[in-house]
């Protein structure tokens, strides 16, 4: 079974930082063919990307709102993803959810093109 984790959240002041890993495992075809990417939704808020790294291509994309500040990475196996948050502000507060699929280009920002989800880890960014 496909299966994925996400840890790593937790309570930060504004201006801190925070590192999520999400742990991917079981799928049937190497992971390094699989987009990766990282989702957040706030309460009350439509889930949104955060970053994503491509199919095949290792180009990563990033919303406006989180370039320059986060990072998104991965072991070469893709077995593990990370997702380095730096300067993070209150807006960043969200439940962060990993996602794998087969996934090519700026399309891996769009959540409705990943089937496999993890479960999702609570960043709190206090004022």
């Known amino acids: 079974d496909v299966q994925l984790q996400a840890y790593g959240g937790g309570l930060v002041q504004a201006g801190g930082s925070l590192r999520l890993h999400c742990v991917v495992s079981?799928?049937?075809?190497?992971?390094?063919?699989?987009?990766i990417g990282w989702f957040r939704q706030a309460p009350g808020k439509e889930r949104e990307a955060v970053s994503c790294?491509?199919?095949?291509?290792?180009?990563?994309y990033y919303a406006d709102s989180v370039k320059g500040r986060f990072t998104i990475s991965s072991d070469n196996a893709r077995t593990t993803m990370y997702l380095q948050m730096n300067n993070l502000k209150p807006d960043d507060t969200a439940v962060y959810y990993c996602?794998?699929?087969?996934?090519?280009?700026?399309?891996?920002?769009?959540?409705?093109?990943?089937?496999?989800w993890g479960k999702g880890t609570l960043v709190t960014v206090s004022s």
């Open positions: 996602a794998a699929d087969y996934v090519w280009g700026t399309r891996c920002l769009n959540h409705v093109n990943y089937d496999y």
């Open positions: 079981g799928f049937a075809r190497s992971l390094e063919d699989y987009a």
């Open positions: 790294i491509s199919s095949s291509d290792d180009t990563a």
